[in-house]
């Protein structure tokens, strides 16, 4: 398949961003939403900022406290045998393994262009954390728009785990906070941009610990805000490039063959590749063929090199009669864009690779 990288990749990078917090530095400008707003294209950015540890044996945990309106940074000894800090983004305990604190805090940020590749970068946030639920933060946006209003949900982080919450705006400027729709463990959730048989559909991905595993199902509602009817829509590949994890990218695209999803997915070794699922357009709940390679996969050295090496991460996408162009999150650091054929991508999926 033929895939078409933009020659300036990566278009968005973390020196191209001011820091918002004194004392922190930009690490991460990626895995953004996209949106169509007043003859612009607008990226909601994911933002992540770090406290600059001038010493090297030192490590720094922001965390948001919501009673106080302020960021805490902690300190941490890399010779503090009770933590784990073999992964650059988090800090865990030892003793359980499980997740102590974010080395940096993620919030979101909008950038704007004419012309789909060169942006300019807000100076301040657009949505930034509200309470102790986002205490280590929110990432990782994704942008329906339905009539007039666009709906942006996003991960809220915090130690009681990671969870999807609802804002919507009609303008990019003024917010409107719907709280919650899934609770913790659920990520990487895709609204569906209009009703199906006169409800609303998402995409989500619950995160087992005890039975199961990471892996897409669905879920229907009547006024976007209460979520049931949950179903397990399709799994992992054992030995795949989807055989770890996978998750909603981009919003649903709605073809004459059927709604059409581009999906990440890790392998054993975690490397994020993009794929495509095609659902059948009168009951998403079905699935009609699925990528057995790849659509995607991390070859660009702004892909294979970065904050965390390895990865495309699907973001958003336009598409224009055949041409799709996907924005999609690079080695957890920068924004890069590519074109894709439709119709390509169409004809490459195969039925019954459903699992």
């Known amino acids: 398949m033929r895939v078409k990288r933009y020659l300036e990749n990566p278009i968005i990078t973390p020196e191209m961003v001011k820091p918002y917090h004194e004392g922190f530095e930009v690490i991460g400008a990626f895995n953004a939403g996209v949106a169509q707003y007043n003859g612009e294209i607008l990226l909601v950015l994911r933002v992540a900022e770090r406290p600059i540890s001038d010493d090297p044996a030192i490590v720094k945990a922001p965390v948001f406290d919501a009673k106080e309106r302020r960021v805490h940074v902690f300190d941490f000894r890399l010779d503090d045998e009770r933590y784990d800090y073999s992964d650059p983004r988090v800090i865990r305990d030892r003793s359980t393994g499980q997740l102590a604190y974010l080395t940096s805090l993620s919030y ?43 709906y942006i949900y996003f991960s809220a982080v915090s130690l009681k785990g990671i969870g999807e919450v609802l804002v919507s705006t009609k303008d990019f400027v003024s917010i409107t906070r719907h709280g919650m729709i899934f609770a913790p463990e659920n990520k990487d959730v895709v609204l569906f941009p209009e009703k199906i048989g006169g409800k609303y ?15 897409i199902w669905i879920a229907e509602s009547p006024d976007l805000l209460h979520w049931g009817n949950h179903r397990h829509l399709f799994g992992l590949r054992k030995g795949s490039w989807d055989s770890r994890r996978i998750g909603g990218g981009a919003v ?10 581009l999906y990440h997915g890790a392998d054993q070794e975690d490397r994020y590749s993009m794929g495509a699922v095609l659902l059948d357009l009168y009951d998403p709940g079905k699935v009609i063929a699925r990528s057995r390679e790849p659509i995607l996969k991390p070859e660009a050295a702004y892909e294979v090199n970065g904050f965390f090496a390895n990865v495309v991460f699907s973001c958003g996408a336009l598409v224009e009669g055949d041409r799709i162009q996907l924005y999609y999150g690079a080695a957890d650091q920068s924004m890069a864009l590519a074109e894709f054929s439709l119709a390509e991508i169409l004809d490459s999926l195969s039925v019954g690779v459903y699992e």
């Open 108 to 150: 979101l940020r909008l950038a704007r262009s004419k012309d789909g590749r060169h942006f300019s970068i807000d100076d301040t946030p657009f949505v930034y954390p509200s309470n102790s639920m986002e205490s280590f933060g929110i990432e990782d946006p994704r942008v329906t728009q339905m009539g007039e209003t666009y």
């Open 201 to 215: 559909f998402a995409l989500h991905r619950p995160v087992p610990k005890g039975v199961g595993d990471p892996e």
């Open 252 to 261: 649903p695209i709605k073809t004459k063959q059927g709604w059409l999803e």
